[in-house]
């Protein structure tokens, strides 16, 4: 994960120490992509402690030679379909407006679903200074029918 996320212009490399914790700790709402002993992608998230039926997507990435053939959206479709304590209702996630492939990606989820992909705010350019870093684009997908 560390290793694909560090050549993705678009993603913000976090330490060893992070991607060990998210695999540990919220191994619920992670999950990779392999073939045989190829690692070919994996997404990142959590169910937030205040909206127990949201689900956000904090980091996605699929190796660059099998981008575009759908594994981006098994990713999320798999996330999805696990069992959480609560149903998950909504996925939210923080996409740079530039970022065309992850816009295509959510708005597929959405309308795969029959739902609506909403905006809800941003994270303001200042915010990361010193960095320089775009903004990010807060978006909410859902509702998600409840599962019987
Ligand atoms: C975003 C990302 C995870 C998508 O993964 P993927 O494996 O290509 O996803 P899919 O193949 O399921 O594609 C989903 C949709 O996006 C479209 N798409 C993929 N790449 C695209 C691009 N560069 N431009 C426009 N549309 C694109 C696909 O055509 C597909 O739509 P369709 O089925 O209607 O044709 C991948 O491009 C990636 O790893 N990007 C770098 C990291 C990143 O930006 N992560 C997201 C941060 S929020």
Known sequence: MWELVKIDPHLDLNSLYYYLMVTTHLR???VVAENGHQFLGFASGMILPREPNTLFVWQIATTPSYRGRGLGTTLLEELLERPYRAPVRYLSATITPDNDASWHLFHKIAK???TRLATLGQ???Q???PENHDE???IKIGP???QP
């Open 28 to 30: 619920e709402t992670c």
């Open 112 to 114: 795969r679903h029959k």
């Open 123 to 125: 994270l303001k350019r």
């Open 127 to 129: 915010w990361f200074a």
């Open 136 to 138: 990010e684009q807060i």
């Open 144 to 146: 998600f029918p409840i």
